[in-house]
Structure formats: structure tokens, C-alpha cells
């Protein structure tokens, strides 16, 4: 399974919604406080990008010498249609202070000195230390899940709902077989959430006989799962 720190890292560097708390200024106004980008540094520190005269700029510069705790809150909502869409946050805390001369005009960027972090999602809940989430490298299919997820979904309703077949003694008979929608997918396997009636569902992994490097892995992965399925 991925480590806690893998997933955090893979959820800091991908396009999930993010909000950059700074204790002391107005939570109401959420806004201003989304990154434009974001970006980990070979040491581990988190980049933003905000415009230059965004609160969480003025705050961190405005600071000078003193510290400027911050929290970076991410939040993970799966990108296909199901029950319970949110897959997990994760929490990176730490101090503020402005990097200039890397963003254009009418930019700065801020650095997030890495304090911890703690992360709770489909695998559960977890803190992370500094030197893990430094070493720690994104998911290789983090870019292409979205996609890769939505055209299951979209495209291969049929294999998809046979997965119910290696489920063992959860297995029902075709006929009241639940909805099968694929929720989370990395390099080490495949989650489907089983949809059954009056709502209620539950979660099934299917992992790969050895992880994937990327996408035409996974192709030959997926195949050899939906083979099994059919047997």
C-alpha cells in the first residue's frame, strides 16, 4: 500500500482543492487564500502562489522576523459519481515566509517551512514525519486518475460490475449484483466502491500482481484483472 507519506506528498503536488489557513485572519474570506500553484521543494517545504496582495502575502510579509504559522489544508473529493465523495484530507503545517523574484508580475510565491503533517483518508489516519514526506515521491498515475477513473466508469460498466465476482463470500448472483463505480486508483491497485440498495455501500481493493510505472502498466494490469473477473 502506499505510505502515509506517499499519499500526503501525492495529494500536496496534485489539483485537489487547497486553502492556506493563517491564524489571525478572516476564515470567512476563503478566497483570497487558494493557491494558484503549488509545488514541494527538493527539502520538502511546500511553494504557493498567490497574488502579491493577497492576505497570506501581506501577513508574511508584514511579519518580518517573526514567525507566521500556517496550515495548508487539502482536501480530496473522488471524481466520479458516487456516495461519500470525499476520499480525504490531509493537513501540512508549518511557517511562512516570502520567496521573491520566482512569480511574475503581480505574484509571490510562499514558502511553507515543513513543521508536520497529518493525513486521514480511505486507508486511514495517519501523522507524517519531515524526513518522510521529503523522500517521499508523488504517485505516478496522480496526474491521469482522474481521467483514467472516470473513463472506468464511463466506458467499462460491464467489467467493472464482474469485479463483484471476486469478492468471495460477499459474492451475490448477477441479478442483485450492486452498482460498481471505481473511486481511487494508484500504482498498487484499484478501489471500487459497491453501491447496493437504500443506498448503503462498502469498498473492495483489487491490487496488481506488482505496481505499475505508469500508464501502459496499468493498461496490462487492468486487463489482467478484468480476465480474472470473467473466469
Do not use: K
Not at 497529518?118 to 515521491?137: C, S, T
Request: charged content about 25%; glycine content about 8%.
Amino acid at each position: 500500500m502506499p505510505s502515509a507519506a506517499e499519499r500526503t506528498r501525492t495529494l500536496v503536488q496534485s489539483t485537489c482543492s487547497a486553502l492556506l489557513v493563517v491564524p489571525g485572519l478572516d476564515p470567512a474570506r476563503a478566497e483570497p487564500l487558494l493557491p494558484e500553484s503549488r509545488h514541494v521543494g527538493p527539502e520538502g517545504d511546500v511553494f504557493l502562489e498567490f497574488p502579491a496582495n493577497s492576505p497570506a502575502v501581506r501577513a508574511a510579509t508584514h511579519a518580518q522576523d517573526d514567525d507566521v504559522a500556517a496550515v495548508l489544508e487539502i482536501t480530496d473529493v473522488a471524481p466520479v459519481s458516487v456516495p461519500h465523495r470525499i476520499r480525504g484530507r490531509a493537513w501540512v503545517s508549518g511557517w511562512l515566509t516570502c520567496v521573491p523574484g520566482i512569480a511574475g508580475p503581480g505574484r509571490m510565491v510562499l514558502r511553507l517551512e515543513f513543521g508536520e503533517a497529518y493525513v486521514d483518508d480511505l486507508w486511514g489516519a495517519e501523522g507524517i514525519e519531515a524526513e518522510d514526506f521529503r523522500d517521499a515521491v508523488p504517485d505516478p498515475l496522480a496526474a491521469h486518475e482522474a481521467e483514467l477513473l472516470q473513463h472506468l466508469a464511463s466506458s467499462h460498466d460491464e467489467q467493472m460490475g464482474a469485479l463483484c465476482g471476486l469478492l468471495g463470500e460477499r459474492t451475490t448472483p448477477a441479478a442483485r449484483r450492486p452498482s460498481a463505480v471505481p473511486v481511487a486508483l494508484d500504482r498498487f491497485g484499484l478501489r471500487v466502491r459497491f453501491v447496493e440498495g437504500r443506498g448503503s455501500c462498502f469498498d473492495a481493493r483489487f491490487e496488481f500482481p506488482e505496481p505499475v510505472r505508469d500508464v501502459t502498466e496499468l493498461r496490462r494490469a487492468m486487463h489482467t484483472l478484468f480476465e480474472a473477473a470473467a473466469l
